[in-house]
């Protein structure tokens, strides 16, 4: 059974820095690409970030190119979300998965229960 537990969000001033932690279990961690999504307020789900298996390649968002930065660490089954120059636009819960937005939106990937980052102005 696929478990993911994110972890680190909370209240930050803009400008900020969070840490986001996914604890995995339940597959293979090590061969599955990971991905991190978020939802604002009254806003639909929204991409934030990939990392391939590996962790040798990522891709980002545009709304978090150059303040993002997802890793991995595989020996411990564990994703992160290093998140730099906060804004307030990224006010929203964050949700790690195994498949890409498409897939868990369509039932087929595991994510979390989520965790909240509240920047505040």
């Known amino acids: 059974q696929v478990q993911l537990v994110e972890s680190g969000g909370g209240l930050v001033q803009r400008g900020g820095s969070l840490r986001l932690s996914c604890a995995a279990s339940?597959?293979?961690?090590?061969?599955?690409?990971m991905y991190w999504i978020r939802q604002a307020p009254g806003k639909g789900l929204e991409w934030v970030a990939t990392?391939?298996?590996?962790?040798?390649?990522?891709w980002y968002a545009d709304s978090g190119k150059g303040r993002f930065t997802i890793s991995r660490e595989n020996a411990k089954n564990t994703l992160y979300l290093e998140m730099n120059s906060l804004k307030s636009d990224d006010t929203a819960v964050y949700y790690c998965?195994?498949?890409?937005?498409?897939?868990?939106?369509?039932?087929?990937?595991?994510w979390g229960q989520g965790t909240q980052v509240t920047v505040s102005s």
């Open positions: 998965a195994n498949g890409p937005l498409r897939d868990v939106i369509d039932g087929r990937a595991g």
């Open positions: 339940g597959f293979r961690f090590s061969t599955y690409s």
């Open positions: 990392i391939n298996p590996s962790g040798d390649f990522t």
